[in-house]
T-cell receptor
Framework: EPEVTQTPSHQVTQMGQEVILRCVPI?????FYWYRQILGQKVEFLVS????????KSEIFDDQFSVERPDGSNFTLKIRSTKLEDSAMYFC?????????????FGPGTRLTVL | GNSVTQMEGPVTLSEEAFLTINCTYT??????LFWYVQYPGEGLQLLLK?????DKGSNKGFEATYRKETTSFHLEKGSVQVSDSAVYFC?????????????FGQGTRLTINP
């Protein structure tokens, strides 16, 4: 069964460093998302991406964040200068069609720890 | 704005017990509603969904009914198994054209003891 994969499973970095989180969405999906979950808090939407551009972003997704689909398979989230409060579990998701009721398929997450 | 509130966890039950996890929402219009489940070490998986009022979503013995009058989408199962131990997330997708983001509740950790 096709699945969304994410690498690495755990990333530890120093404050101020750049990190890139990687995702491989399901191959025939067209819509891609990043969410994050700070420990003990809700899963929060960060950004959605379609046709090589951002469709929607939350207020969390400031200038320190960027997303890219550098080739036909990968979807990346870059944090330019990490802060302590960026420590969280980051989930990538993808969906085949654009509809509010359409299923989003999630990856297992990358745990980011900023020291 | 849009928000989802779930019952506080963790919830611990014995095998074959009846399960209810409460979920209420705040939204404009008619959102779609979802329950996602996360097993240890895995991503969130869609468990069931409902897209309009009075719809009942069901899967793997779990059920939830979209109640517009009470803005609720409570998850139920008549007889839980040890394998149901996981974190359960209630979520909504706003009823706006093109809006596909999910708004999640805080998650409820369920542990089933044999």
């Amino acid at each position: 069964e096709p699945e969304v994969t994410q690498t690495p499973s755990h990333q530890v970095t120093q404050m101020g460093q750049e990190v890139i989180l990687r995702c491989v969405p399901i191959s025939n999906h067209l819509y891609f998302y990043w969410y994050r979950q700070i420990l003990g808090q809700k899963v929060e939407f960060l950004v959605s991406f379609y046709n090589n551009e951002i469709s929607e972003k939350s207020e969390i997704f400031d200038d320190q964040f960027s997303v890219e689909r550098p080739d036909g398979s990968n979807f990346t989230l870059k944090i330019r200068s990490t802060k302590l409060e960026d420590s969280a579990m980051y989930f990538c998701a993808s969906s085949q069609r654009l509809a509010a009721y359409n299923e989003q398929f999630f990856g297992p997450g990358t745990r980011l720890t900023v020291l | 704005g849009n928000s989802v509130t779930q019952m506080e966890g963790p919830v611990t039950l014995s095998e074959e017990a009846f399960l209810t996890i409460n979920c209420t929402y705040t939204a404009t219009g008619y959102p779609s509603l979802f329950w996602y489940v996360q097993y240890p070490g895995e991503g969130l998986q869609l468990l069931l969904k409902a897209t309009k009022a009075d719809d009942k979503g069901s899967n793997k013995g779990f059920e939830a009914t979209y109640r517009k009058e009470t803005t609720s989408f409570h998850l139920e199962k008549g007889s839980v198994q040890v394998s149901d131990s996981a974190v359960y997330f209630c979520a909504l997708s706003p009823a706006l054209v093109g809006a596909q983001k999910l708004v999640f509740g805080q998650g409820t950790r369920l542990t089933i003891n044999p």
